[in-house]
């Protein structure tokens, strides 16, 4: 059994958590994109989808969901995302697809935000995936300079542009005991657009996938 087909386990049961939505959003990667294939089969309930990425964007398009305008479409009662690290808290690292600063603007607006992740994302303590973080491009060397006194290693992920046009540092090194607090102090740093800590809105239901089943954490 592979991690491909875990993911595809959890995206399968985060089918059965979206009610009677009309409008969901819709996270960024390859556990989304299972997510994203399995929305066939329901898509005459669904008005459109509000998508984290350009990538989501396309797929959602090729099957015929339409993708809507945040500003248009207002509070969303479901967004559906994984996960590059997650603990028992169910906060997350994020962004490893580079998508961090979207996904949190749709976690925000999100009444319930459904995680879908295989069990080798699920940790004790955050921090062995490279934390990214998105910053505007002038201001790369100093947010770099600024998370080194932090104590973390910063790695300037060359030849990537987000979506929002800006640059992204992955910051390894960092054992993250308390990420509320880590998320503040980055997101204080001049320069910083967002930091893929998902701490202070973490997920309310995460779905792990394992071999033979799926666990739910809330
Ligand atoms: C993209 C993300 C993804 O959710 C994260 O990278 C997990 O990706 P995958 O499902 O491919 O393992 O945060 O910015």
Redesign the pocket.
């Given at each position: 059994m592979s991690a491909e087909d875990s993911?595809k386990r959890a995206a399968l049961e985060a089918l059965t958590w979206l009610d009677d939505a009309r409008v969901i959003g819709i996270?960024?990667?390859?556990?989304?994109n299972h997510f994203i294939d399995a929305l066939k089969s329901i898509k005459g309930r669904l008005d459109g989808a509000v998508s984290s990425s350009e990538a989501s964007a396309q797929r959602l398009k090729a099957i015929g969901i339409p993708v809507l305008d945040l500003n248009a479409a207002g509070e969303l009662s479901v967004y559906v995302?994984?996960?590059?690290e997650a603990n028992h808290r169910l906060q997350l690292i994020?962004?490893?697809?580079?998508?961090?600063t979207r996904?949190k603007i749709v976690a925000a607006v999100s009444k319930q935000f459904i995680c879908i992740v295989d069990d080798s994302k699920l940790v004790n303590v955050l921090g062995h995936f490279p934390l990214p973080v998105e910053v505007i491009p002038m201001a790369r060397s100093y947010v770099a300079r600024e998370l080194v006194k932090l104590g973390g290693r910063p790695d300037w992920r060359s030849g990537f542009t987000t979506d929002n046009g800006n640059h992204i540092l992955d910051v390894h090194g960092l054992t993250i005991p308390d990420p509320p607090a880590l998320e503040a102090q980055i997101n204080q740093i001049t320069g910083v657009v967002s930091v893929?800590l998902f701490a202070r809105r973490p997920a309310d239901v995460l779905l792990v996938g394992h071999a033979d089943r799926v666990e739910k954490i809330t």
């Open positions: 993911k996270g960024t990667g390859s556990t989304v995302d994984g996960a590059d994020k962004g490893g697809g580079g998508a961090l996904e893929g």
